[in-house]
């Protein structure tokens, strides 16, 4: 009732607004792509040829790229037998990678061309020494061994990462185009996936928002607009589109860059700053976490007090005034763990304990960090005890949900929403062991991860209520969120907003976006500053920090850094569709 039911008031009118397409950036952009796909192609083509390999006719497709990757030579039945005609088979050679690498569907039971399993192959390409299997725990474990790889083989494997490489990014620009873009120019209809289809005659695009009222995530479909990835390869240009030219010239044409606003507009982005971070330290209590969360760069503490327990609260404004800002939390917490002073923390080490700590947020194993940092397992599991060790409450926090797992408690979140827990105790006594503790520890890590991600999902959803939901303010159907916005602003901030001539266009992970009249955009980068701070602050006692950004483009705002190491973590979260072998 205070959630749910008005944030779907709320997303309606968010749907109705809808998001403005620059047409013309759009078929630039399904220009350029299919132009990649095509040089792709003839690159691998030639490759091919170069190795003596045989090409295979659609290099996104599954069952194609899995016969070609995983097997030396191989026939290929290019049309089945009739009655009166023989089949028609076409003899191919392939790049013969291992199999027993890549990970399998417990469906199929076949070895995937996904990104777990070329990830997996890219790994074994890089190795420099023999592996053996041994039988460890009743599974069979590849072991590292001292003896290094001849360098023939290395030499071959090398030019076998290069196919992998090339494979990959074809797989990338053809989503990018067939998903996101004009669709499959092969096909006649436009695919159902593709933006083209959802324009509507406003020339914009209205997605349709679903609830998943168990966890309180959000999705969107006719486009999916969570899903869009705000690309962040370059180095260079760190918070401008790459110029024509680039060496990473995917920064140039990233999708987003074609969501638009009208010219008199801005488009207007308030994004939680490491709001994942901030949950697990509230959630564990770690106390030396917490702490690292209220400094500013100037050595200045916002630490609350018993004096002044809203002091947090006065950060954004010391930020705001002196133009300092606050400490870097990931350069922090790499700080303690190697024992190392703030100031002589390498991007490595922030970009490992960076990986960890996204990684306690997603449930992510040992065997996921390895992945995400190129690791052996062995190595991430160390260094996963070495961070632990630094911030013991995290170990605690995180082993007391296994145990509550273990024994079937219902997992709540910071706002009492509960996660169900069904299985482990009924499965205990008849699925065997080992099946038991690979199933207990899915489910360990996905209510791990229900805890932080369903909090922020949480938040975000009160404040769109606040600063969304016109309808409930006019009705006066008020809700917990809508009586915090009035207090917290003095009046209905949704409503002041409407008539300033904001729109709320797009809500997404844990930032929402508008559509701002450049004339009014101090003021309203007041009002949705206030709400998404104080809101969050006066129900639960946490400080969480908003990011606002401003450009004409989708592509101008938010941080790029921060999102792609979300979705890492993400990406490298066990599920229990695939399995490694």
Known sequence: ENISVPLARALCQIEENGILIDMPRLEELSGWYREKIQALTKELGEMCEVHKLTPIDSWTNDNQLRAWLFNDDYEWVLKKPTKTLPAHIRIMKGLDAP?????????????????????????????????????????????????????????????????????????????????????????????????????????????????????????????????????????????????????????????????????????????????????????????????????????????????????????????????????????MVAARVFNVAYEVVTKEQRRQCKSVTFGMAYGQTDQGLAEALGWAVK???????????????????????????????????????????????????????????????????????????????????????????VWGYEDGDLTDAHKLGIKICGFAPAVRLKELGVKIINTVHDALEFECPKAVEEEARDIIEKVMVELPWRLLGWYLPVDLSSGRYWDDTGDYDEYSEEREAQEYVDTPEEEAV
């Open 99 to 331: 199999d027993y690498m890549a990970w399998k569907s417990k469906k199929t039971k076949l070895p995937s061309t996904g990104k777990k399993s070329m990830t997996a192959l890219k790994n074994w390409c890089n190795e420099e020494v023999r592996f053996e299997m041994r039988i460890i725990d009743g599974r069979d474990v590849r072991v590292a061994t001292k003896t290094p790889l001849s360098p023939r083989t290395i030499e071959k494997r090398a030019w076998k990462m290069k196919f992998l490489l090339k494979i990959e990014e074809l797989k990338k620009a053809t989503k990018a185009k067939n998903q996101f873009l004009d669709g499959d120019d092969s096909k006649e209809v436009v695919g159902a996936k593709a933006l083209l289809a959802h324009i509507k005659a406003d020339g914009r695009v209205h997605s349709s928002y679903n609830q998943l009222i168990e966890t309180a995530r959000l999705s969107s479909k006719d486009p999916n607009l969570q899903n869009i990835s705000n690309t962040a390869e370059c180095k260079l240009h760190e918070k401008t589109r790459c110029p024509v030219g680039c060496v990473n010239e995917y920064r140039h044409y990233s999708i987003r860059s074609m969501y638009t606003v009208p010219d008199d507009c801005v488009w207007l982005a308030a994004d939680y700053r490491s709001e994942e971070v901030r949950i697990i330290a509230y959630l564990a209590q770690e106390d030396s976490l917490l702490a690292a969360l209220f400094l500013c760069e100037c050595g200045e503490d916002f630490s609350p007090t018993d004096s002044n327990p809203s002091r947090p609260l006065e950060q954004r404004g010391h930020e705001k005034t002196t133009g300092h800002k606050a400490t870097d939390i990931h350069q």
């Open 379 to 469: 190595r991430a599991k160390a260094f996963s005890d070495f961070y632990f060790k630094a911030f013991p409450k995290l170990a605690t926090f995180r082993n007391r949900r296994f145990i509550q797992v273990e024994k079937g408690h219902n997992i709540p979140n910071a706002f009492g929403r509960l996660r169900h827990t069904f299985g482990p105790l009924e499965m205990a006594g008849w699925v065997e062991r080992y099946e038991y503790r690979k199933i207990l520890s899915a489910l360990q890590r996905e209510r791990l991860n229900y805890d932080t991600q369903s909090s922020a999902a949480d938040v975000i959803s009160l404040c769109t209520i606040a600063l969304a939901d």
